[in-house]
């Protein structure tokens, strides 16, 4: 157990709908990240947060958004779905240090979107 | 963007040490080399990381170069339950995971 939660694990939606995934980083935790892992592939990094603003992007889809709330929760959006975003995605966190360089992830155990 | 390559995959027997290599020519000074491991399709599991000097830990083994260009995971011995896929990152600003290396452990 990573000390990282997601919820849902699993999320059935439709294209065109909208989700939010859910992740909670470790006790202390100041940053979390997202990364899109599709079918055999590997992981791909979406955005970082850190202590509640962004601080890193990736290959993150304009229809995709995320924020790190007060709490130092996560949220992931997803619009306009289609049947491509189907996927695992994964939420890690880590302890970074002042100098902005990253720390050992923690990842937690992924929400599996499947868009019919 | 500090890129990593690795060999699509391995296999390795059960007992013996498992070399995983991966290449990082393009990494700065500054930047870490960590891996990590996910089997089948749970989330990615911390493994070990280094800058400069050879690392140990209860998991594994990670020998860096002195050029830093590349470096090597050790599994000193192996068990079906190292079967996995084994990703090489750097610590960079934009964090870049391969597709790894699917390696399989046989009895």
């Known amino acids: 157990d990573s000390g990282v939660t997601q919820t849902p694990k699993h999320l059935i939606t439709a294209t065109g709908q909208r989700v939010t995934l859910r992740c909670s980083p470790r006790?202390?935790?100041?940053?979390v990240y997202w990364y899109q892992q599709s079918l055999d592939q590997g992981l791909q990094f979406l955005i970082q947060?850190?202590?509640?603003?962004?601080?890193a992007k990736g290959n993150i889809l304009e229809r995709f958004s995320a924020q790190q709330f007060p709490d130092l929760h996560s949220e992931l959006n997803l619009s306009s779905l289609e049947l491509g975003d189907s996927a695992l995605y994964f939420c890690?966190?880590?302890?970074?240090?002042?100098?902005?360089?990253?720390?050992?992830?923690?990842f937690g155990p992924g929400t599996r979107l499947t868009v019919l | 963007d500090a890129k990593t390559t690795q060999p699509t995959s391995m296999d390795c027997a059960e007992g013996r040490a498992a070399n995983l290599p991966c290449n990082h020519s393009?990494?700065?000074?500054?930047?870490?080399v960590y891996w990590y491991r996910q089997i089948h399709s749970q989330g990615p599991q911390y493994i070990i990381h280094?800058?400069?000097n050879n690392e140990t830990n209860e998991m594994a083994s990670l020998i860096i170069t002195e050029d830093r260009k590349s470096s090597t995971l050790i599994l000193p011995h192996a068990t079906l339950r190292d079967t996995a896929v084994y990703y090489c990152?750097?610590?960079?600003?934009?964090?870049?995971f391969g597709t790894g290396t699917r390696l399989q452990v046989f009895p």
């Open positions: 890690a966190s880590s302890v970074d240090p002042p100098s902005g360089m990253k720390g050992t992830q923690y």
């Open positions: 006790s202390g935790d100041l940053s």
């Open positions: 947060y850190y202590n509640g603003e962004e601080r």
């Open positions: 393009t990494i700065s000074g500054n930047e870490y």
């Open positions: 280094g800058l400069k």
């Open positions: 990152t750097s610590a960079d600003q934009k964090l870049i």
